[in-house]
Each structure stands twice: as C-alpha cells, then as structure tokens.
C-alpha cells in the first residue's frame, strides 16, 4: 500500500531495458520520480511512459548528483518519506514497505547485502573495510556502507545532504548522520549481480577512505 507522501527515487543512466520493471512495482508503494543522470538511450522515455515523474540531466553527472536533484525535488514538492533504489533490477521494489515501517520509528534505513559467495569478493572485502573505517571515525555500525537500497525522512535528508556527486555519496551520507547523531535502522535486502563488475571499484574504495579522513577533519 502507498505510504502518504512517500517518493521513490530511482537514479537511472542507460537502463531502457529495466526501468519499466522497476517503476512497474514501485509506484504501487508512492511516487516515482527518475533522475535520467544523461542517458542516451530511451530511458526517460520508458520511464514516463510507465507513470514515473522524469527528471534529466543533459549530461552524466554521477549518481551522487542524480539522488540529490531527485531528493532535492521530491522535498520541495512535499516528501516526507523518500526510498532511494537502483535502476538496473538488482533491488527489489517489492521490500520498498519494509524500509516505510522502519523509517516511522527512525530517521534513516539502510538496506544490507548479505556477505554470501554470490556478492563478489572484492565488495565483500571493501565493505568489510569501509564499515571499520566508518565505524572509527565516525561512531556508527553500518553492514554495507556500500548498499544504495535507503530511506530517510524529509528532515533526515536536509541533514545528511552530500557534496559529492560520485558513489561516494553514500559513504558521505554515513558519515553526515554519524556527525548529526540521527536514529538509524538497517533491513536485509536481496540483491542480485547481474553485473559482477559494477559498483565501486578498489580504486573507489582507496578514494572513499580518503574522503572520509577529510570529513572526519572538516566536517
């Protein structure tokens, strides 16, 4: 059942292929809004065609960028809850109601992968890494910091709103509810891997530390 005032906001760049399956079972849970991050293909197409609002960005601008012009938008038209998920069918929409019951008891819920031998080593080996980091800097236990399956309250959002326009974003949306010391919740989602290679990279992850540090400095 739609939760009053919820937006499900889904970045999407090239998935003409996917976006109709995701907004299909989506919209019946609130309003879809898709951030077309410079697609050139027919997402924006698909995706309206199905019942989604459609936002574009004229060129790729990363996904960091594209949640934040969706949750930027969605706030301003009167969101109170907003799901982020992923285009390309490796989150479930189906689980969108699990992260609404959650999210009436706490600011923001993070959706965990769990560490199976169907999620490639090398995220496994990442997250493990990233949540220490995460944890020693900033004071908080996220699973998968990696994991872009979230819900946060309008407010919540106005508190953790990131800089950063690459995947980046949800390790700084993290550590920006470490510093602002919100109410949190993680839920178990299941994911598949159609794509074994996409995601954060190694070289991604030896950034995000980085980045990290930085915050833990000036934030």
Not at 1 to 30: C, D
Not at 95 to 117: M, T, Y
Not at 126 to 145: R, Y
């Amino acid at each position: 059942m739609e939760q009053e005032n919820a937006w499900l906001i889904i970045p999407a760049r090239n998935e003409e292929h996917n976006i109709t399956e995701v907004v299909a079972k989506a919209k019946r849970f609130g309003k879809v809004l898709v951030v077309d991050d410079g697609s050139t293909d027919g997402t924006a197409g698909a995706a309206k065609e199905e019942g989604a609002v459609v936002l574009r960005h004229v060129i790729n601008l990363g996904k960091g960028a594209a949640l934040k012009t969706g949750c930027d938008y969605a706030v301003m038209k009167g969101a109170h809850s907003l799901v982020v998920l992923d285009a390309d069918t490796q989150h479930d929409p189906e689980e969108i109601p699990n992260f609404l019951e959650r999210l009436n008891s706490h600011d923001i819920v993070f959706g965990f992968r769990k560490f199976s031998q169907q999620m490639p080593a090398v995220f496994r080996i990442g997250n493990w890494g990233l949540s220490k980091v995460m944890s020693l800097l900033f004071g908080v236990s996220i699973a998968d910091t990696q994991c872009g399956y979230r819900a946060f309250t309008a407010e919540a959002y106005k508190k953790v709103r990131w800089s950063s326009s690459s995947y980046s974003m949800e390790t700084e949306m993290i550590a920006n509810m470490g510093i602002q010391k919100l109410r949190y919740a993680q839920v178990p989602i299941k994911t598949i891997y159609a794509d074994r290679y996409k995601g954060t990279t190694i070289f991604d992850g030896i950034k995000i530390i980085c980045s990290m540090l930085w915050w833990r400095l000036t934030k």
